[in-house]
């Protein structure tokens, strides 16, 4: 059983930055894909980021892709979320998930374990 705490989310202006945390307890944390999802008010939560039980691979959402950078440090147990040039339309209750397996990784269902969210405004 995997337990997801996230942190970092807040309230900045277009164009700001922010580092999302997600800390992990209960299981072998490496042997975890992890992915970051987002869902804005009204809307299906949507896939952003994810990376490998090694952090040798990573993959993104294009509307993210160039902005968004997702990391692990496996020895705190911590996957990250660097968000730069923030846009009002990443406004969002941000959510780290964990999966067995490296592959379909957009599909939020087969994600086992999830946090319970960190609020990102950004206004304009």
């Known amino acids: 059983q995997v337990q997801l705490v996230e942190s970092g989310g807040g309230l900045v202006q277009a164009g700001g930055s922010l580092r999302l945390s997600c800390a992990a307890s209960g299981g072998t944390f490496s042997s975890y894909a992890m992915g970051w999802f987002r869902q804005a008010p009204g809307k299906d939560r949507e896939f952003v980021a994810a990376?490998?039980?090694?952090?040798?691979?990573?993959y993104y959402a294009d509307s993210v892709k160039g902005r968004f950078t997702i990391s692990r440090d496996n020895a705190k147990n911590t996957v990250y979320l660097q968000m730069n040039s923030l846009k009002p339309e990443d406004t969002a209750v941000y959510y780290c998930?964990?999966?067995?397996?490296?592959?379909?990784?957009?599909?939020?269902?087969?994600?086992?374990?999830w946090g319970q969210g960190t609020q990102v405004t950004i206004s304009s």
């Open positions: 990376v490998s039980g090694s952090g040798g691979s990573t």
């Open positions: 998930a964990a999966k067995n397996y490296w592959a379909n990784l957009t599909i939020r269902t087969l994600y086992g374990y």
